[in-house]
């Protein structure tokens, strides 16, 4: 028999600031945390700008500084925004059945930029030279190995690495672990660090990144004519999710009931979605399958909308395919107009955001939304949030490689 799955605990670190009231305040106050690249020096690249963690993104002092010396960013990202969930959950350390709680991290591309900084190493100095905590830096799997050290969860215990979809897919898994009985509790999400020379040299290769250089705040632009690629951004968005009857039980607050995952593959393009948009259409209907609703019950859809010409267009089409007339009834935001796109992080803090919606019944803008495209004429919030009744919100991830997830949030 299915379990609900509440979720109990969320933290945040993007590069609006730490925490999820912190973030929230931010992206319904429509703030971008866009700026000027600071992480390496870009002169001679065609995009300089990012949404970049700024120092300090540990504002409770939870790690240690010895121990941040030996963390890749974005292990560190994770383990600050996880302290925040699990503090949130009230869950103690450890649990009671350590066997019974899975752990399930996202990310798109590891430690990447200490691969680059390893590879620097290994050309300048030679291979003695080379510093021993390369390999536990860069793997995926050390996030979780990392987390389920300092929290004792024993249970189910792996990395998930789907490009920019990890985030969602990774939350999708750990709530039907939960929901089937296989575990109690699970911390699941995403992490992020792909500001780096590497990284950006190369989505700018192949002209995905926005190059309007001068108006750092005004480059990511889902959904608007003059929109001219993605802006590259970091962070970690950590979840707790719990069986609904012992979370009760406990005493904990429900913030949302996970309550539909769809996922699908478009089998069609190395970085091209489906021009049909089908397998982003199959992922929002398998979860509001899975969710048992109809799709009219959905008020508020987080969307990928990246800010390039291809995906905004394909996903606004999928979008219409299955929501019919009520497509023109949704609020439909994209968070990325202010954040940036954190890549395997991106879905796990949308997935917040989703159920922040839920529970606040208030709609994030995309702002810098000024001359709408016409393919994509769809209520997409623009400028400013707006208040309605949100029961039911989804969150859409579509990635390189096909790879597409959705996630149905309700309201607790």
Request: with cysteine; charged share 20%; net charge negative.
């Amino acid at each position: 028999m299915k379990r609900r799955v509440a979720v109990t605990g969320m933290g945040l670190v993007t590069c609006l600031g730490s925490g999820v009231e912190t973030n929230w305040d931010a992206v319904t106050s429509g703030r971008s945390g866009i700026g000027v690249i600071t992480h390496f020096d870009t002169s001679g690249f065609s995009t300089n700008i990012a949404g970049e963690v700024k120092d300090g993104f540990d504002v409770d002092g939870s790690i240690p500084v010895k121990e941040l010396r030996r963390l890749d960013r974005h292990q560190q990202y994770a383990l600050v925004a996880a302290h925040e969930a699990f503090k949130v959950s009230g869950l103690e350390i450890p649990p009671a059945d350590p066997y019974r709680c899975a752990m399930i991290i996202g990310s798109g591309m590891g430690g990447l930029e200490t691969i680059e900084n390893g590879h620097d190493v290994l050309k300048n100095k030679g291979p003695k030279r080379m510093p021993p905590l390369v390999i536990p830096m860069v793997v995926v799997n050390l996030t979780p190995g990392l987390l389920s050290m300092k929290y004792q969860f024993k249970g189910t215990n792996f990395g998930l690495v789907n490009a920019c979809t990890s985030g969602s897919s990774a939350i999708g898994e750990a709530y039907r672990l939960v929901a089937g009985g296989h575990a109690d509790i699970a911390m699941t999400g995403g992490t992020e660090a792909v500001v780096s020379a590497f990284s950006v040299s190369a989505f700018s290769a192949i002209r995905a990144l926005s190059t309007r250089n001068d108006e750092p705040q005004k480059a990511s632009r889902p959904f608007d004519k003059d929109r001219d690629g993605f802006v590259l951004a970091e962070g970690a968005g950590i979840l707790i999710l719990e069986n609904l009857e012992s979370a009760k039980a406990r005493g904990a607050t429900i913030h949302a009931e996970i309550v539909g995952y769809g996922s699908t593959g478009d089998a069609y393009h190395l970085v091209m979605p489906d021009p049909e948009g089908t397998g982003a259409y199959y992922a929002m209907k398998f979860a509001i399958e899975e969710a048992g609703i109809a799709p009219e019950d959905i008020a508020y859809i987080n969307a990928h909308g990246t800010s390039t010409e291809l995906n905004d267009k394909i996903e606004t089409m999928a979008i219409k395919k299955l929501f019919g007339d009520h497509a023109y009834k949704l609020s439909i935001s994209s968070t990325k107009s202010m954040t940036g796109h954190m890549i395997g992080a991106a879905g796990a803090v949308e997935a917040i955001f989703s159920i922040m919606s839920t529970k606040t019944d208030t709609v994030p803008p995309t702002i810098n939304l000024d001359n709408p495209d016409p393919d994509c004429d769809l209520d997409y919030t623009p400028h400013k949030s707006i208040r309605r009744q949100i029961d039911y919100a989804m969150s859409n991830s579509f990635a390189f490689g096909g790879q597409n997830a959705a996630l149905v949030f309700k309201k607790a």
